[in-house]
C-alpha cells in the first residue's frame, strides 16, 4: 500500500465558517488570520494505492469556479494542482480507479467534475465513485442553509455517466482501504480508515476539519447539520484513535496535515503534529 497526501490548492475563509459558535479568544490560541480577517484553510486530499487501485479520496473545488466565486473562495494553488500533483506521481485521471466522496460538499467533491468545451463531465473517465447514498439524497434535495455548497454539476454529471457507486453503510474497498460513516457535518459523511500500515489511520474529512476540531469535543463548525451527532460521532472516533495509536489525516488544517490524538499529564486530550508521515505508515 501507499498513501500520499496531495494538494488541490488553498483557501482564505471567514473564520465563523470552520470555528461557528467557538469565542474567537479561545480559537485565536491556535490559527491567525491575515489582515482581511480571513483564515487560511487547505484543500488536502488523499491518493491511496491498494490492491492494484489508484483510489483518490475528496477532491477540493475543482476547476469550473468562475472569477467571482474564485475570489469569494480566494483559491489559491501554492502547491500546485489536483492534476499536477497526481502528474507529480505518474498519474493520469484516467488513471484513477476509485474516487471516495466523503460528503457533497462544493469543498470536496468539485473535482468529481470538469468543464470541457462548454460541459461539464466527469473528471476521471475510468473511475467509480463511491458516496453513501443518505448523502446523494441530501445533494439531491438542498435546503436553504445547504444549497449553496450542495451545486448539482459537481455530481449529477457522474450519475448520468452511470459512474456512481451509492453506498448504504460502511464499505470495504480493499483488503486495507474502507468507508466507515461518520454522521454529523452531513447525515450522508464519511471517513475513511487505512489499515494494514504500521498503524492505522484515518482520513478525517470534516468530521473535525482541522486538528483541534478532533482534540477539542464541542468545536463544531458552522456547516454542520446535526452537530450533536458530530459530538457524539467524534467522541466514539477520540476513543479509537487514542486505543490505537491512529494516525489522522486532516483536510482543510493549514498547520497540521496529521497528527496524533495523546493524553497529556492531567488526562487532557491533545493532538501532536507528525511531520514525516510516510515513515510512519
Ligand atoms: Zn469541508
Not at 482581511?36 to 473545488?61: A, F, T, W, Y
Not at 478525517?204 to 450533536?228: G, K, M, N, Y
Request: hydrophobic letters at 40%; a negative charge.
Amino acid at each position: 500500500m501507499e498513501l500520499h497526501i496531495i494538494s488541490t490548492g488553498q483557501v482564505w475563509v471567514d473564520p465563523g465558517g470552520p470555528f461557528g459558535l467557538v469565542p474567537e479568544s479561545l480559537w485565536k490560541r491556535h490559527h491567525t488570520v491575515n489582515d482581511r480577517h480571513l483564515l487560511p484553510m487547505e484543500l488536502n486530499c488523499l491518493l491511496i494505492k491498494s490492491e492494484g487501485q489508484n483510489i483518490l479520496v475528496d477532491n477540493g473545488l475543482g476547476d469550473k469556479l468562475n472569477e467571482k466565486t474564485k475570489r469569494q473562495w480566494n483559491l489559491e494553488y501554492p502547491q500546485g494542482t489536483l492534476n499536477e500533483n497526481l502528474a507529480n506521481l505518474g498519474l493520469k485521471p484516467e488513471d484513477i480507479d476509485i474516487v471516495l466522496d466523503t460528503h457533497l460538499h462544493a469543498d470536496h467533491c468539485g473535482g468529481n467534475t470538469t468543464l470541457i468545451d462548454g460541459s461539464v463531465i466527469p473528471s476521471f473517465p475510468n473511475a467509480e465513485y463511491w458516496v453513501q447514498s443518505i448523502e446523494w439524497g441530501d445533494a439531491m434535495n438542498p435546503d436553504a442553509r445547504t444549497s449553496s455548497t450542495y451545486l448539482a454539476d459537481n455530481y449529477v454529471p457522474i450519475w448520468e455517466a452511470g459512474q456512481f457507486r451509492f453506498l448504504v453503510g460502511d464499505a470495504r474497498v480493499t483488503k486495507d482501504v474502507q468507508c466507515v460513516v461518520t454522521p454529523g457535518h452531513t447525515r450522508g459523511h464519511q471517513c475513511i480508515l487505512i489499515e494494514g500500515g504500521k498503524r492505522p489511520m484515518l482520513y478525517v474529512a470534516d468530521l473535525a476539519s482541522f486538528a483541534i476540531h478532533f482534540q477539542r469535543s464541542a468545536w463544531v463548525t458552522a456547516f454542520d447539520v446535526e452537530p450533536l451527532e458530530t459530538i457524539r460521532t467524534k467522541s466514539k472516533w477520540q476513543d479509537w484513535a487514542l486505543d490505537n495509536h491512529a494516525l489522522l489525516f486532516f483536510e482543510h488544517d493549514p498547520t497540521m496535515r496529521v497528527g496524533e490524538l495523546v493524553k497529556d499529564g492531567d488526562g487532557r486530550l491533545q493532538i501532536l503534529a507528525i511531520e514525516d508521515y510516510q515513515s510512519k505508515i
